[in-house]
């Protein structure tokens, strides 16, 4: 199975800040990785698909990048509606698998 | 509006079975994967099962296989998880997913609300 590793697990930032989550794949997955957002309570919600494709009616201050084994997920000035949990996840093969996530708190 | 809605988690003791229902509506069911994801209290989130959308093929996180059985009836454009043999371990909330493609690139565009599943004595 390939394994998804995201950095940090948690991070403080304030409104405004410029934030930026990695994920590593334990093995290459093209561009097969793709980034969800969850807040408490909340089912996840699709941000960015194929590593860089923004889902629609997604806000532009989120942006993806990355191919092979190394992505990364950009929030380029953060919001308070921004403090959630982000995870990615690897649709190159069965199990479709997530990283473990990144809690993203206000400072 | 596409909707995805859950139904039939509970409360069960260990070893003894439950059957979750997804109801599908807003779009063409019969064209599209499926999944089963899942998240234990205060974890992340686990995949645990797909299933085509003629039941061609079928996909189980090795911490269920054996266990549960996906299935689906696309004339009631419904989606079920068949959970036999239940541990404490597998106590999560339950989600249905869609899964969308862009090219060849998938990925889980819609999610339901999920249903909460407890396995305790």
């Known amino acids: 199975d390939i394994q998804m590793t995201q950095s940090p697990s948690s991070l403080s930032a304030s409104v405004g800040d410029r934030v930026t989550i990695t994920c590593r794949a334990s093995?290459?997955?093209?561009?097969?990785l793709n980034w969800y957002q969850q807040k408490p309570g909340k089912a996840p919600k699709l941000l960015i698909y194929?590593?860089?494709s923004l889902q629609s009616g997604v806000p532009s201050r989120f942006s993806g990048s990355g191919s092979g084994t190394d992505f990364t997920l950009t929030i380029s000035s953060l919001q308070p509606e921004d403090f959630a949990t982000y995870y990615c996840?690897?649709?190159?093969?069965?199990?479709?698998?997530f990283g473990q996530g990144a809690k993203v708190e206000i400072k | 509006e596409v909707q995805l809605v859950e139904s039939g988690g509970g409360l069960v003791k260990p070893g003894e079975s439950l059957r979750l229902s997804c109801a599908a509506s807003g779009f063409t069911f019969s064209t599209y994967t499926m999944n089963w994801v899942r998240q234990a209290p205060g974890k992340g989130l686990e995949w645990v099962s797909s299933i085509t959308s003629s039941s061609s093929y079928i996909y189980y996180a090795d911490s269920v296989k054996g266990r549960f059985t996906i299935s689906r009836d696309n004339a009631k454009n419904s989606l079920s998880l068949q959970m036999n043999s239940l541990r404490a371990e597998d106590t999560a909330v339950y989600y249905c997913?869609?899964?969308?493609?862009?090219?060849?690139?998938?990925?889980?565009?819609?999610w339901g609300q999920g249903t909460l599943v407890t396995v305790s004595s």
């Open positions: 996840q690897q649709s190159y093969s069965p199990p479709r698998t």
């Open positions: 093995q290459s997955i093209s561009s097969y």
């Open positions: 997913a869609r899964e969308a493609y862009s090219s060849s690139l998938a990925y889980f565009d819609y």
């Open positions: 194929a590593a860089s």
